[in-house]
C-alpha cells in the first residue's frame, strides 16, 4: 500500500506551549487528507478533513482556533495544537488518499503521541 | 448520519481457535466498509475491505469478512488464531469515494496459549 508517514511519533510539551505535528504522503499526492484523535482504550474520531490548497473543515465540536490545520502542497498536511493543554494529550493519526489507482481506501500513519505536562 | 457498533468491547481466545468479530452499520446509502487492526501504539493496518460484488472479502492475514446487507453486518473472521493477531480491531464505514471514517468503538482481542 501506499506511505504514509507522521512525524513526530510522539511528543512530549509543556503546557501552554504550540506543538506541531506532520502528515506526509511519501509516494502518493493527496490531495484529501484526514486527522482523527484518539483517547486511551477509545475509537478514532474525526476532526477533520484537510483539502489542499484550502482551507480545513472540521467536524463538529473541534475547535479550529485550537487545532491548526494546514495542507500546502500535495503530500504535506500539517496538525497545529495551539496553547496546549493537558486535556489535549492524545493520540493523533492522520490519513491520506490517492487519487490515482489505489483510490479505493485511505491510507493511515503511525500516530503521534502527544503528552501536554 | 453514519455510525458502526461493535458490540464486543473484549474477547479472548485461545491459540488456534477461530474467531469473530461483529461489527453492525447504519448508512443511508450503499456503505464501503472496511476493518483495520491497531496494534498498541502503532497506526492502523488495513485487514480488507467491501465496496461492491462478492460479499465474502478475503483480507490479509488469513482474515475473512461477510457482507450481509440484510441485517447490516460486516463481521470479521478468522479460522485459526494465532498468537500475534492480539490486538484491538476496528470495523469503519465510508461513503462511496470518500474516505472521511466513522469508527466502531474497537474490540479488543487477547489470546491465550
Known amino acids: 500500500g501506499a506511505v504514509v508517514s507522521q512525524h513526530p511519533s510522539w511528543v512530549i510539551c509543556k503546557s501552554g506551549t504550540s506543538v506541531k505535528i506532520e502528515c506526509r504522503s511519501l509516494d502518493f499526492q493527496a490531495t484529501t487528507m484526514f486527522w482523527y484523535r484518539q483517547f486511551p482504550k477509545q475509537s478514532l474520531m474525526l476532526m477533520a478533513t484537510?483539502?489542499?490548497?484550502?482551507?480545513?473543515?472540521?467536524e463538529q465540536g473541534v475547535e479550529k482556533d485550537k487545532f491548526l490545520i494546514n495542507h500546502a502542497s500535495l503530500t504535506l498536511s500539517t496538525l497545529t495544537v495551539t496553547s496546549a493543554h493537558p486535556e489535549d494529550s492524545s493520540f493523533y493519526i492522520c490519513?491520506?488518499?490517492?487519487?490515482?489507482?489505489?483510490?479505493?481506501?485511505?491510507?493511515f500513519g503511525q500516530g503521534t503521541r502527544l503528552t501536554v505536562v | 448520519a453514519q455510525s458502526v457498533t461493535q458490540p464486543d468491547i473484549h474477547i479472548t481466545v485461545s491459540e488456534g481457535a477461530s474467531l469473530e468479530l461483529r461489527c453492525n452499520y447504519s448508512?443511508?446509502?450503499?456503505?464501503?466498509l472496511f476493518w483495520y487492526v491497531q496494534s498498541p501504539g502503532q497506526g492502523l493496518q488495513l485487514l480488507l475491505k467491501?465496496?461492491?460484488?462478492?460479499?465474502l472479502v478475503q483480507g490479509i492475514k488469513g482474515f475473512e469478512a461477510e457482507f450481509k446487507r440484510s441485517q447490516s453486518s460486516f463481521n470479521l473472521r478468522k479460522p485459526s488464531v494465532h498468537w500475534s493477531d492480539a490486538a484491538e480491531y476496528f470495523c469503519a464505514v465510508g461513503a462511496y469515494n470518500d474516505y472521511k471514517l466513522s469508527f466502531g468503538a474497537g474490540t479488543t482481542v487477547t489470546v491465550r496459549a
Open positions: 448508512y443511508g446509502a450503499t456503505p464501503y
Open positions: 467491501y465496496f461492491s460484488g462478492d460479499t
Open positions: 484537510s483539502n489542499e490548497g484550502s482551507k480545513a473543515t472540521y
Open positions: 490519513s491520506a488518499r490517492d487519487p490515482g489507482p489505489r483510490d479505493t481506501e485511505a491510507f
